[in-house]
């Protein structure tokens, strides 16, 4: 490698930094000897590692520091020494001492206890008081440091193994105290400098006038002219940034949105706290059938009841009962009023799609779509949560057939799933007849069901409509079609938080 041009793509931190590593070199060393703050070196040592020309160990220490009383104490001195100072001359009492110190009667207590350990002070008991008074020992220490005042004039934070058995007698007597000290756990960075290290300092070229930026004042007084300019490595490796994005799913959504409206739909919602009317009992799904296994929904406790338009309810209860002027026979049961204003989380988009059959807003013809969050309760695992999105949709118009609905699922395999296999088998739903299931070949996975489709049967769209007419409807469970694209294997990863996922997450 090429020393000079190396050299003369270093930063003027690298520069300033690099003479003083060493072996095993401390950033608090570098920090001291270079005069740059902290943040300066360390940020120069990143970019001599990845340039290899150092090498920077990182090892996990535990570090003594001190607290708020210990930076006061280590400033002021000790309590106990001005215990000492005060005692020098007569025995004093408690109320005396804390008058001539100017110490809290805690201080007082403390430097006692301190003091009484190092057999410094006699306390004795005269009449109510206790007076206080030096021993020899205490007087030898008015000259003499204490082992906690020798500890206090380090510089810190000092390294918990490079302490002396006094220090760590000292250490012992402080942590007893509040908030003298505290032992924090600290990552320790050494440098050492690599053999293209040891080559660069060896050249002794760092010291170079190199300019690190061409300014419009250089270029309006020609000051450029006849300067070097410092390199730029365009191959190092540096950070990665990652720049604010969508959420993959997110992203996905709306694109599927901006698709369904390009394609003539106009978008429809509803609240996601549902009652049974709209979720269900409109749909004509009889209330006693185990077709409603599958919603076992979230029921509301408080409002527990929805208020409805009792003449829509009429009918509703009417169609179940007896089919009204459908044509049908209807389910032959007494249809539960009370029930049916149960509150509930939303189970299924369709909802929507009854609350807009039902809608002074109607327009016919007309393409309606919701995508909108749903909840069951469902066991969570890698294929199901208890909540999930829905895209769902109608077509509403005369002469319309079972043809225009394939087409329509044709369409959206191709066009929203990207899957150039797919199939159309029959299904069951309560709501429509005939009904269909959409399949789709994910080529790892094989072939999976996206959702169903159908005709509303007249006992839907009468009641709600007001007459009867053709509506082709869907519902695709929008999460599996996002994990088809994107190659997600869990459900849980279109949730997923892990900020690491999110940032390499590839947009479609």
């Known amino acids: 490698m090429d020393i000079d041009k190396l050299v003369k793509s270093l930063h003027p931190l690298e520069r300033k930094v690099l003479p003083f590593i060493d072996k095993d070199t401390s950033l608090d060393d570098l920090v001291k000897k270079s005069k740059l703050k902290d943040v300066e070196v360390m940020r120069a040592l990143q970019w001599l590692e990845n340039k290899k020309i150092v090498e920077i160990k990182t090892e996990q220490k535990k570090r003594i520091n001190l607290d708020v009383n210990g930076a006061r104490c280590k400033k002021e001195g000790l309590p106990e020494r001005k215990v000492l100072t005060a005692l020098k001359d007569k025995e004093l009492s408690l109320p005396e001492l804390e008058k001539k110190t100017g110490l809290s009667k805690e201080e007082i207590n403390v430097s006692i206890g301190s003091l009484k350990s190092n057999a410094g002070i006699d306390v004795k008991k005269v009449g109510k008081d206790l007076k206080l ?14 082992f906690e005042e020798t500890f206090l004039k380090q510089s810190f934070p000092v390294l918990e193994k490079d302490l002396k058995p006094e220090e760590k007698l000292a250490v012992d007597k402080l942590r007893k105290r509040k908030k003298m000290i505290k032992l924090e756990s600290a990552s320790i960075k050494k440098a050492s400098l ?25 270029l309006r007084t020609d000051r450029w002219k006849g300067k070097e300019f410092r390199r730029f490595d365009v191959a190092i490796n540096v950070p990665k940034i990652f720049g604010g994005k969508k959420q993959w799913y997110r992203r996905f959504l709306d694109q599927t949105r901006e698709k369904l409206v390009g394609l003539g739909f106009e978008e429809m919602d509803g609240p996601v706290v549902e009652c049974d009317f709209w979720d ?54 007494n249809f539960d009023v009370k029930r049916t204003h149960q509150h509930l989380l939303r189970t299924q988009t369709t909802a929507c799609s009854s609350r807009k059959l039902a809608s002074k807003d109607l327009k016919i013809p007309g393409k309606y779509f919701a995508i909108a969050p749903c909840f069951r309760r469902d066991v969570v695992d890698a294929t ?46 309560p709501f429509t007849e005939p009904s269909a299931s959409l399949l789709v070949k994910h080529p790892k996975i094989g072939w999976i069901e996206l959702g169903g489709a159908g005709i509303f049967r007249p006992e839907v769209v009468i009641p709600l409509v007001g007459k009867d007419i053709t509506v082709i409807a869907w519902g695709l469970g929008i999460d599996r079609l996002a994990m088809f694209k994107h190659d997600v294997q869990d459900i849980r990863t279109v949730f997923t938080h892990d900020l690491k996922y999110l940032r390499e997450a590839k947009l479609l």
């Open 133 to 146: 008074s030096l021993t020899l020992q205490g007087k030898k220490l008015l000259d003499k440091e204490l």
């Open 194 to 218: 690599t053999r293209l290290g040891e080559d660069i300092v060896k050249s002794k070229k760092l010291d170079i006038d190199l300019i690190d930026s061409l300014t419009s004042e250089m």
């Open 280 to 333: 269900m009992d409109a749909l004509f799904m009889p209330q006693f059938h185990s077709a409603r296994d599958i919603h076992d929904a979230f029921y509301i406790a408080d409002p527990k009841y929805a208020k409805l338009d009792q003449k829509l309810v009429k009918k509703i209860k009417a169609v179940h009962e007896c089919g009204a002027n459908t044509g049908s026979a209807g389910w032959q049961y």
């Open 384 to 429: 199901h949560l208890n909540s999930f999105f829905q895209v769902e949709g109608f077509v509403i118009n005369d002469n319309l057939t079972l043809r225009h609905l394939f087409g329509m699922l044709k369409m959206f395999a191709q066009e929203i799933a990207g899957s150039a296999e797919f199939r159309i088998m029959p299904g069951y739903f």
